[in-house]
T-cell receptor
């Protein structure tokens, strides 16, 4: 079985400050990990993914995430937040050993609010 | 442009009146899925399909039907909608690049 936890329903940060949105996961094998962003009245947009290789993954809009196998975490980060980053963020995991299954599990989402 | 297209974007209907939400992808993806999004509950999977004529239940399949007669289309059918199916619905697809492409969503209200 696979699962994802986003422990914070909401994260507040001031514009220009660094931001972190937390995600931890559980899979029986090795994970594929994803971050998606949802702006109001829009669908989910892909931000970045970890498949293999470097633990630090860089994605769209200046976001990055660090895969930490020992802590089973994949936290989303950005060095300097913008008001326009305010949105709902979803972490997702897929078990690499699922025999070709594409089925991901999504977290409940974290609302990021960046204050001017 | 590679995309997943859902229609309609907004729908208000009455209890018991059958409806279909269409989903189409132009990326030749094998995997397609339907999710509903409700406040505080995140994304919950309704049904998914691994390929043509292959569908399976997700976490919340009750009250929904799907079909996959062609690779590009994966309609969601509500035979007898009820108010508890008022929600925001998303269709998604995935190929062999590990990522998922989502449609823009369908906001359904059942009165």
């Amino acid at each position: 079985a696979q699962s994802v936890a986003q422990p914070e329903d909401q994260v507040n940060v001031a514009e220009g400050n660094p931001l972190t949105v937390k995600c931890t996961y559980s899979v029986s094998g090795n994970p594929y990990l994803f971050w998606y962003v949802q702006y109001p009245n829009r669908g989910l947009q892909f931000l970045l993914k970890y498949i293999t290789g470097d633990n630090l993954v860089k994605g769209s809009y200046g976001f990055e995430a660090e895969f930490n196998k020992s802590q089973t975490s994949f936290h989303l980060k950005k060095p300097s937040a913008l008001v326009s980053d305010s949105a709902l963020y979803f972490c997702a995991v897929r078990d690499r050993t699922s025999g070709g299954s594409y089925i991901p599990t999504f977290g409940r989402g974290t609302s990021l609010i960046v204050h001017p | 442009e590679a995309q997943v297209t859902q229609n309609p974007r907004y729908l208000i209907t009455v209890t018991g009146k059958k409806l279909t939400v269409t989903c189409s992808q132009n990326m030749n993806h094998e995997y397609m899925s339907w999710y509903r999004q409700d406040p505080g509950l995140g994304l919950r999977q309704i049904y998914y399909s691994m390929n043509v004529e292959v569908t399976d239940k997700g976490d919340v399949p009750e009250g929904y039907k799907v079909s996959r007669k062609e690779k590009r289309n994966f309609p969601l059918i509500l035979e007898s909608p009820s108010p508890n199916q008022t929600s925001l619905y998303f269709c998604a697809s995935s190929g062999n690049n590990y990522g998922y492409t989502f449609g823009s969503g369908t906001r359904l209200t059942v009165v």
